[in-house]
Structures are given as structure tokens and as C-alpha cells.
């Protein structure tokens, strides 16, 4: 299985998946990438062994009136790439968390 690009948005994906955030829609809000990036994304971390995915049963989603959802979950390779992207995209945790506030002194 060939690693993925370290990109950016590869990053994003990972850190909310990390976070509990775990269907395509929801990673989408999250990261505020678009599903053109996001679902191609998900598709190369799972085809590199980085995610895991599983489907919902139809029952849930029929009782809800939508589409039965695919939820991610971060397998050890998957962990190890998110912690590289973190080291190398900082921002990462701001763009899904929210702005950090200014440091004392720096406002």
C-alpha cells in the first residue's frame, strides 16, 4: 500500500476522524474542505491502510430518513501520519478547534 501525500487537507481529515468526528458530512463541516477533496481523501487513507470504515446498518438510517453512513476510525498507520502532519502543519488543530487566543503580550 503506498503512503499517502502529507498534504494540508490529508492532515484535516485525519485530525477530525482523530477527534470523534467520523462521517464523511460531518468531516466536511469540520474541516470546511469540500466534498471533492474530503471523499477522495478518505477513499487514498483507507486504500493506504491509514483508516478503517464501516457501514451503518440501513435500520438507523431509515429511521432517521437519510442515507446509510460510512464511519471512519484511525487504524496505528493512520495515527502515525496524523502525528507527522501535526508536526508539520501546526495549524491543524486551529483550523478544526478554532482559533487559539493570542498568547499574553501578543494581542
Do not use: H
Amino acid at each position: 500500500m503506498p503512503k499517502p501525500s502529507l498534504t494540508f487537507p490529508t492532515g484535516l481529515v485525519l485530525y477530525a476522524i482523530s477527534n470523534g468526528i467520523r462521517y464523511g458530512f460531518d468531516i466536511i463541516d469540520a474541516t470546511g474542505l469540500p466534498s471533492g477533496t474530503v471523499y477522495p481523501a478518505l477513499r487514498r487513507l483507507e486504500g493506504a491502510g491509514c483508516l478503517t470504515s464501516e457501514w451503518e446498518g440501513g435500520e438507523e438510517a431509515d429511521a432517521e430518513g437519510r442515507p446509510p453512513r460510512c464511519y471512519y476510525g484511525l487504524t496505528p498507520e493512520g495515527e502515525g501520519l496524523l502525528s507527522q502532519a501535526l508536526a508539520r502543519f501546526p495549524a491543524i488543530r486551529w483550523t478544526v478547534e478554532g482559533e487559539p487566543s493570542p498568547e499574553p503580550g501578543l494581542a
